[in-house]
Protein backbone atom coordinates (compact mmCIF):
# COMPACT_ATOMS: atom_id res chain seq x y z
CA UNK A 1 0.00 0.00 0.00
CA UNK A 2 1.32 3.31 -0.89
CA UNK A 3 0.87 6.25 1.70
CA UNK A 4 0.34 10.00 0.65
CA UNK A 5 3.10 11.94 -0.07
CA UNK A 6 3.06 14.43 2.44
CA UNK A 7 5.49 14.42 5.76
CA UNK A 8 6.70 16.57 8.29
CA UNK A 9 9.95 16.18 9.54
CA UNK A 10 9.70 17.57 13.21
CA UNK A 11 13.62 18.20 14.83
CA UNK A 12 13.18 17.23 18.41
CA UNK A 13 14.21 19.72 20.96
CA UNK A 14 15.70 16.53 23.38
CA UNK A 15 17.09 13.82 20.98
CA UNK A 16 16.40 10.08 22.72
CA UNK A 17 18.71 7.31 22.80
CA UNK A 18 16.26 4.27 21.56
CA UNK A 19 16.58 0.85 22.32
CA UNK A 20 19.66 -0.88 20.25
CA UNK A 21 21.79 2.89 20.91
CA UNK A 22 20.14 4.84 17.97
CA UNK A 23 19.82 8.29 18.87
CA UNK A 24 16.46 9.86 17.58
CA UNK A 25 16.91 13.63 16.84
CA UNK A 26 14.22 14.21 14.61
CA UNK A 27 10.92 12.56 13.18
CA UNK A 28 9.13 12.38 10.37
CA UNK A 29 5.68 11.66 10.56
CA UNK A 30 3.46 10.44 7.38
CA UNK A 31 -0.19 12.54 6.71
CA UNK A 32 -3.01 10.34 8.60
CA UNK A 33 -5.41 8.25 6.45
CA UNK A 34 -8.60 7.28 7.08
CA UNK A 35 -8.02 3.76 8.14
CA UNK A 36 -5.74 5.65 10.63
CA UNK A 37 -8.30 7.65 12.14
CA UNK A 38 -10.54 4.52 12.51
CA UNK A 39 -8.03 2.47 14.18
CA UNK A 40 -7.37 4.77 16.50
CA UNK A 41 -11.20 4.81 17.42
CA UNK A 42 -11.40 1.21 17.64
CA UNK A 43 -7.98 0.80 19.85
CA UNK A 44 -8.40 0.08 23.36
CA UNK A 45 -7.35 2.26 26.44
CA UNK A 46 -7.68 5.96 27.34
CA UNK A 47 -7.85 8.82 24.85
CA UNK A 48 -4.30 9.66 25.72
CA UNK A 49 -2.75 6.16 25.14
CA UNK A 50 -4.98 5.51 21.74
CA UNK A 51 -3.50 9.24 20.87
CA UNK A 52 0.22 7.99 21.45
CA UNK A 53 -0.35 4.74 19.57
CA UNK A 54 -1.31 6.43 16.13
CA UNK A 55 1.12 9.35 16.37
CA UNK A 56 3.97 6.70 16.99
CA UNK A 57 2.06 5.09 13.75
CA UNK A 58 2.43 7.98 11.54
CA UNK A 59 6.24 8.29 12.54
CA UNK A 60 7.06 4.49 12.34
CA UNK A 61 7.78 4.37 15.77
CA UNK A 62 6.23 2.46 18.71
CA UNK A 63 4.48 3.45 21.26
CA UNK A 64 7.63 2.48 23.71
CA UNK A 65 9.74 5.22 21.92
CA UNK A 66 6.74 7.94 21.93
CA UNK A 67 6.64 7.14 25.49
CA UNK A 68 10.10 8.38 25.78
CA UNK A 69 10.02 11.87 24.31
CA UNK A 70 9.13 14.71 26.41
CA UNK A 71 6.29 16.61 26.89
CA UNK A 72 7.05 19.70 24.47
CA UNK A 73 8.58 16.56 21.33
CA UNK A 74 5.29 15.06 21.79
CA UNK A 75 3.35 18.69 21.29
CA UNK A 76 5.31 18.81 18.51
CA UNK A 77 4.50 16.33 17.08
CA UNK A 78 0.43 16.63 18.09
CA UNK A 79 0.97 20.11 16.31
CA UNK A 80 2.01 18.38 13.08
CA UNK A 81 -0.93 16.29 13.30
CA UNK A 82 -3.00 19.32 13.29
CA UNK A 83 -1.48 20.67 10.02
CA UNK A 84 -2.16 17.35 8.42
CA UNK A 85 -5.93 18.14 9.36
CA UNK A 86 -5.92 21.53 7.32
CA UNK A 87 -6.95 21.38 3.45
CA UNK A 88 -3.83 21.08 1.63
CA UNK A 89 -3.87 24.44 0.18
CA UNK A 90 -4.24 25.97 4.33
CA UNK A 91 -0.97 23.69 5.08
CA UNK A 92 2.08 26.06 6.44
CA UNK A 93 4.35 25.53 4.09
CA UNK A 94 7.94 25.87 6.14
CA UNK A 95 9.22 24.29 9.38
CA UNK A 96 6.12 24.59 12.06
CA UNK A 97 6.05 27.10 14.11
CA UNK A 98 8.78 27.29 17.25
CA UNK A 99 11.17 25.03 15.08
Request: glycine share 8%; charged share 30%; hydrophobic share 40%.
Amino acid sequence: MSFPGETRVIKLYSPVTLDGGAVLEDITMREPLVRDRIAHSKDRGNEEEKEARMIALLCNLSEQDIWQLTAADYGRLLDAFNVFMLPPAKRPKGPLSGQ
